[in-house]
């Protein structure tokens, strides 16, 4: 294992929403042992912060790891070690609160805003058009314009600069219910949506690290008010909103390793909907722990 840019705690890269409440938990109460850095901006931040040596590990959405590492050359720069939320992810659909736009039916060709190239957001804009017959050999289906985060994404839809884009639903809930973005319609990723990567997989460190995380999701379930008070004051929810998306979470049981299986269906999508051109690509290049048998491969 290579220690050079290893410090004494791990960096854990996170986007700062509700599905980081059981890595809270594990820091506060199971005395998880690493320097939790947010990122806003979503996985595709934390592919670049792996790349520069800025995190070890990152917990982000399943389809940008994926199609991450469908798009590097020779030795991979992280790979997939757990299993964090496995329940699919629901992408709403937003436009700016008085943009004539009025359904999904509108939006083949138009402005799509991203966070950034690579991320969540991005890669979902294929599956969208996959799914609604768009995609045509030799051409995007979208304009794809860089927005950073998602106050850049909401921005961006009022002033025009985009004409809609995709976010997690009860993330967006609050603005639709402001009035600050009008939603426009919905999309679940075809995969259970939340993995864990690491730089080094080999890294001694880690499995106490996913220890404390079943401790953390443990805890999460059986307080689910201490889980409501937590996201309702510290992040962007209302109470009400968190309730609600504690019934249709599900976290891992156990997030040691992946279920290969799983990133198959993802890469086999993802190449369908031209984000992974090369043919080759497969899941074990990609995988360090088998969630079947969780021995390093």
């Known amino acids: 294992m290579s220690t050079s840019h290893s410090p004494l705690q791990l960096r854990i890269g996170f986007v700062p929403e509700h599905f980081s409440t059981p890595l809270h938990f594990a820091q506060k109460h199971y005395a998880l042992s690493a320097t939790l850095l947010p990122f806003p901006s979503g996985t595709g931040a934390m592919i670049q912060a792996l790349k520069s040596y800025e995190i070890d590990v990152g917990i982000g959405l399943t389809e940008g790891w994926v199609a991450g590492l469908g798009k590097q050359q020779g030795k991979p720069l992280y790979k997939i070690i757990g299993t964090y939320v496995e329940s699919p992810l629901c992408w709403a659909l937003s436009t700016g609160a008085r943009r004539n736009i009025g359904g999904v039916a509108q939006l083949k060709g138009r402005k799509i805003g991203v966070s950034r190239i690579g991320s969540g957001s991005y890669v979902m804009g294929f599956v969208l058009a996959d799914q609604n017959g768009w995609l045509e050999k030799g051409s995007r289906p979208f304009e794809n314009v860089v927005l950073d985060d998602f106050k850049g994404l909401r921005d961006g839809v009022n002033e025009g600069k985009a004409d809609f884009f995709m976010w ?52 999460f379930k059986a307080n689910p008010e201490e889980a409501i008070d937590y996201i309702s004051t510290n992040l962007d929810y209302s109470a009400e909103d968190a309730r609600e998306w504690m019934k249709t979470v599900r976290f891992a049981e156990d997030v040691n390793g992946v279920d290969a299986g799983i990133i198959d269906k993802t890469i086999e999508i993802l190449k369908k909907a031209g984000v992974i051109e090369d043919a080759s690509v497969k899941s074990g290049r990609m995988i360090a722990i088998k969630r079947q048998s969780r021995e390093p491969i």
Do not use: C
């Not at 080999?202 to 220890?211: A, F, H, I, V, Y």
């Open 168 to 219: 997690e639903h009860f993330t967006s809930k609050r603005y639709y219910d402001s009035g600050e973005i009008k939603r426009i319609g919905e999309i679940y990723t075809p995969w259970s949506s939340w993995k864990i990567v690491a730089r080094e997989p080999d890294d001694q460190r880690l499995q106490d690290m996913l220890d404390k995380i079943n401790n953390g999701i443990k805890h």
